[in-house]
């Protein structure tokens, strides 16, 4: 069975760094989009970073502040995350798609996710 284990979320000041892991099991991911979404209080899941390939996407939101990576294998992901704001406060979420298309911010063409870890930037 696929599954998406993530680890590193915690509780930071603003201005400190998180790394988040996210592994990947039970298929090869090798040739998948994968990335992260987060959802903070009272909104809506929204895209923060993807990569598939040479291909990588940010959010506007976090552009020059957090950083998206892969490892050889390309079936673990991970989150660089620096100069953190409160505004990022959020649970964070893994996401990988077994699409060969994928529009790479698009939430609904992920179909395997982690659980989510909760990441909170706060003085």
């Known amino acids: 069975q696929v599954q998406l284990v993530e680890s590193g979320g915690g509780l930071v000041q603003p201005g400190g760094s998180l790394r988040l892991s996210c592994a990947a099991s039970?298929?090869?991911?090798?040739?998948?989009?994968m990335g992260w979404f987060r959802q903070a209080p009272g909104k809506e899941r929204e895209f923060v970073a993807v990569n598939r390939w040479s291909t990588y996407a940010y959010a506007d939101s976090v552009k020059g502040r957090f950083t998206i990576s892969r490892d050889n294998a390309g079936n673990t992901v991970y989150l660089q995350m620096d100069s953190l704001k409160p505004e990022d406060t959020a649970v964070y979420y893994c996401a990988a798609s077994s699409r060969a298309e994928v529009t790479l911010r698009t939430e609904w063409h992920y179909d395997y996710w982690g659980q989510g870890t909760q990441v909170t930037v706060s003085s």
């Open positions: 039970g298929r090869s991911f090798s040739e998948s989009a």
